[in-house]
């Protein structure tokens, strides 16, 4: 009985929903994934229909609040946002990582060194497996982790190895456990603390889900504090808590203008000639800084 009545009150906060012109519009234009593919499931599941009723020539009922031309608007929306988000994954991966993540939306492309083995327009990841003990002695493989950091605003090392089986091929090759231990603190040392997921199909869904996560969800803002007190420092800070910049942007955006004051007084055209800030990010930097 009580699920019955919770059900009921689901069904009816729903309908709300769909009545709410207001909240309609906000998440057609500006609603994240999650909202925009939730109010189309809501508006399908209204009508009694399924995804597979949707056929092109299909036509409006009179009472319909949210109709078909919405429902385009909003599958627009949802394909210019993929497209936008750039998911890769290099041709040279293991089949079956091409395979998962080929299913969950990522285009097969040749990714060069430096952006990793999964990339897409905010983030990284390197992959590792058989190469993970070899790297060892190899100082560019950190190097090749660095350079991620330059191309992207978020990396990561996903690492498709049980840690038991590593430290019983460790042994094998006659490396100790704490030179092996070593390592692993050098990669958490230049930031890649490594995620252990051996499945990957397991695997391929994490990376898929913190790519959808760092690209879907608006920027929070969060300024670190400088461990020492170096002008420089406190200025990048101060720049990455700016609306969508993060260390990428914030490169782009001190080669260009030197210090905080010659940047708080750029104009919008002036912010639109660094790489990679279009008009609505420029507003939005320059609006910071002159709110009253």
């Known amino acids: 009985m009580e699920e019955e009545v919770m059900a009921k009150e689901r069904v009816h906060r729903k309908k709300d929903l769909l009545a709410d012109d207001d909240e309609v519009q906000r998440r057609v234009q500006s609603g994240n994934r999650a909202e925009r593919l939730s109010l189309i499931r809501i508006w399908l599941e209204s009508e009694g229909l399924t995804p597979a009723d949707i056929e092109p020539n299909m036509e409006s009922k009179p009472n319909m609040r949210f109709g078909l031309e919405s429902v385009k608007e909003l599958s627009l929306a949802l394909l210019v946002e993929d497209l936008e988000k750039l998911k890769r994954i290099d041709h040279r991966e293991h089949w079956l990582m091409r395979?998962?993540?080929a299913e969950l939306g990522f285009e097969i492309v040749h990714l060069n060194t430096g952006s990793g083995d999964m990339a897409s327009r905010k983030v990284s990841i390197e992959r590792k497996e058989d190469d993970l003990l070899p790297s060892l002695f190899d100082q560019r493989r950190l190097r090749q982790l660095s350079a991620m950091r330059e191309e992207a605003e978020h990396s990561f090392l996903v690492i498709t190895k049980d840690w038991?089986?590593?430290k019983v091929e460790a042994g094998k090759k006659g490396m100790s456990i704490r030179t092996l231990l070593g390592y692993i603190a050098s990669?958490?040392?230049?930031g890649y603390p490594p995620i252990f997921m051996p499945d990957k199909y397991d695997a391929s869904d994490l990376i898929e889900r913190i790519v959808d996560k760092i690209e879907d969800d608006n920027h929070r803002l969060f300024v670190a504090r400088p461990s020492k007190a170096k002008p420089q420092a406190y200025r990048d800070a101060l720049i990455e808590g700016l609306?969508?910049?993060?260390?990428?942007?914030?490169?782009?955006?001190?080669?260009?203008?030197?210090?905080?004051?010659?940047l708080t007084q750029a104009s919008?055209?002036?912010?639109?000639?660094?790489?990679?800030v279009g008009k609505v990010l420029a507003e939005r930097i320059h609006s910071v800084f002159h709110a009253k």
């Open 99 to 101: 395979q998962y993540l």
């Open 164 to 166: 038991e089986d590593i």
């Open 187 to 190: 990669l958490c040392a230049v």
């Open 243 to 262: 609306p969508k910049v993060g260390a990428s942007t914030r490169r782009k955006l001190v080669a260009k203008f030197k210090t905080l004051a010659e």
């Open 268 to 276: 919008v055209e002036d912010l639109m000639e660094v790489d990679g």
